[in-house]
């Protein structure tokens, strides 16, 4: 098992590099893909000119399990580009809040991320591709979606198969949801609006029981703030506050000094909420917590643990099957190839 708020250790008893992260089950194998932070702590000025601390952009780190405790890692799934000077993903930029979705016709795993300057006034969203969970992944580009600022996001996939990329926008005074084109690489044009001024970040949200759940928390920097639950019955609303989730526990009215990053659906029908500590003195440090609470007709509540026990035995899920490619021999065909350049920076 793992104890909430500390920093955990993968298989091989070094320190987990997934901040800002989420999960995929892939053939009965869960897959987080999160921030690499491993790297010297500096400061510098937000788009309103106060100090943030940064890490320079290491990349995206992956890790796999059967049974979402022992945690096997895969290295760096999407690297930073350090000789293009005005890359979206030189050392010098923000690379935060991966999510990875899988597109079954065409058996692609896509990751989204927020792209950002250090004074966070590029604000947009990052695509990358890849054939196999593992990676690596390829980065397409960045986009605004709908021409508006995108910082914290996330991406849900319904049951129909369409893909929504949730994002902080209006300098994170409102929640813009995209629908994705229906490869998952692209944004459509059509959008909507959820929570006007309510100023959320670090979204998350997840289906169970036929309703919506959605998880956010205020806007402090890295500063712990109260969490904020809502549910619906359709995506488009209306969305009903719930207020705070959190019980129990070391400081429950902020969140146990966390910030949420993701909710997962269990197979058995629990939602996992995922939180980071942040450590912003030596954001490398940064701890884990990870609550699973049953939703019910009055919310979703979130009851201190110490610990997480994951899942025992591990639980499996059909909810993904790679479908296997052969060539006209029946052999194994190799990986497929992108024929995008990498995405600079617009002027």
Same mark, same amino acid.
Request: charged share 20%; proline share 8%.
């Given at each position: 098992?793992?104890?909430?708020?500390?920093?955990?250790?993968?298989?091989?008893?070094?320190?987990?590099?997934? $901040?800002?992260?989420?999960?995929? @089950?892939?053939?009965?194998?869960?897959?987080?893909?999160?921030?690499?932070?491993?790297?010297?702590?500096?400061?510098?000025?937000?788009?309103?000119?106060?100090?943030?601390?940064?890490?320079?952009?290491?990349?995206?780190?992956?890790?796999?399990?059967?049974?979402?405790?022992?945690?096997?890692?895969?290295?760096?799934? +999407?690297?930073?580009?350090?000789?293009?000077?005005? $890359?979206? +993903?030189?050392?010098?930029?923000?690379?935060?809040?991966? &999510?990875?979705? *899988?597109?079954?016709?065409?058996?692609?795993?896509?990751?989204?991320?927020?792209?950002?300057?250090?004074?966070? &006034?590029?604000?947009?969203?990052?695509?990358?591709?890849?054939?196999?969970?593992?990676?690596?992944?390829?980065?397409?580009?960045?986009?605004?979606?709908?021409?508006?600022?995108?910082?914290?996001?996330?991406?849900?996939?319904?049951?129909?198969?369409?893909?929504?990329? *949730?994002?902080?926008?209006?300098?994170?005074?409102?929640?813009?949801?995209?629908?994705?084109? %229906?490869?998952?690489?692209?944004?459509? %044009?059509?959008?909507?609006?959820? *929570?006007?001024? #309510?100023?959320?970040?670090?979204?998350?949200?997840? &289906?169970?029981?036929?309703?919506?759940?959605?998880?956010?928390?205020? @806007?402090?920097?890295?500063?712990?703030?109260?969490?904020?639950?809502?549910?619906? %019955?359709?995506? %488009?609303?209306?969305?009903?506050?719930?207020?705070?989730? @959190?019980? /129990?526990?070391?400081?429950?009215?902020?969140?146990?000094?966390?910030? @949420?990053?993701?909710?997962?659906?269990?197979?058995?029908?629990?939602?996992?909420?995922?939180?980071?500590?942040?450590?912003?003195?030596?954001?490398?440090?940064?701890?884990?917590?990870?609550?699973?609470?049953?939703?019910?007709?009055?919310?979703?509540?979130?009851?201190?643990?110490?610990?997480?026990?994951?899942?025992?035995?591990?639980?499996?899920?059909?909810?993904?099957?790679?479908?296997? #490619?052969?060539?006209? &021999? /029946?052999?194994?065909?190799?990986?497929?190839? *992108?024929?995008?350049?990498?995405?600079?920076?617009?002027?």
């Amino acid at each position: 098992m793992q104890t909430n708020a500390t920093l955990w250790k993968d298989t091989q008893g070094n320190s987990i590099q997934a $901040h800002g992260g989420g999960l995929l @089950c892939v053939d009965n194998v869960w897959y987080w893909y999160g921030e690499n932070k491993a790297g010297p702590t500096t400061q510098t000025l937000n788009a309103q000119g106060l100090p943030v601390e940064r890490v320079d952009l290491v990349g995206i780190s992956g890790y796999r399990s059967i049974d979402l405790v022992n945690w096997e890692p895969m290295g760096v799934v +999407l690297e930073p580009e350090p000789n293009i000077r005005n $890359h979206d +993903l030189h050392p010098s930029m923000v690379l935060e809040r991966p &999510k990875v979705v *899988f597109h079954q016709a065409t058996g692609t795993f896509v990751m989204w991320v927020h792209i950002d300057r250090p004074d966070y &006034k590029l604000a947009a969203a990052g695509v990358a591709v890849s054939d196999r969970p593992e990676g690596p992944f390829r980065y397409m580009g960045s986009i605004r979606p709908q021409g508006r600022d995108s910082r914290d996001q996330t991406v849900f996939v319904d049951d129909d198969g369409s893909a929504y990329h *949730f994002a902080s926008t209006d300098m994170n005074a409102t929640t813009l949801v995209t629908r994705l084109t %229906d490869d998952y690489r692209a944004m459509s %044009d059509e959008s909507m609006v959820l *929570f006007p001024d #309510r100023h959320m970040e670090a979204h998350a949200i997840t &289906k169970a029981q036929g309703r919506y759940w959605y998880l956010a928390s205020g @806007c402090t920097g890295w500063d712990p703030n109260e969490a904020r639950s809502a549910v619906a %019955d359709r995506l %488009d609303g209306p969305w009903e506050e719930l207020g705070n989730p @959190c019980r /129990g526990g070391d400081r429950p009215e902020l969140t146990w000094g966390s910030q @949420c990053t993701f909710l997962q659906t269990l197979p058995n029908g629990q939602i996992l909420a995922m939180f980071d500590i942040w450590k912003p003195q030596a954001l490398g440090q940064s701890q884990y917590v990870w609550i699973a609470g049953t939703p019910g007709p009055d919310g979703l509540q979130l009851d201190w643990n110490p610990v997480w026990a994951g899942l025992t035995p591990p639980v499996t899920t059909p909810e993904i099957a790679i479908p296997q #490619r052969v060539n006209r &021999k /029946g052999q194994p065909s190799p990986a497929k190839t *992108f024929n995008g350049q990498p995405a600079h920076i617009a002027s």
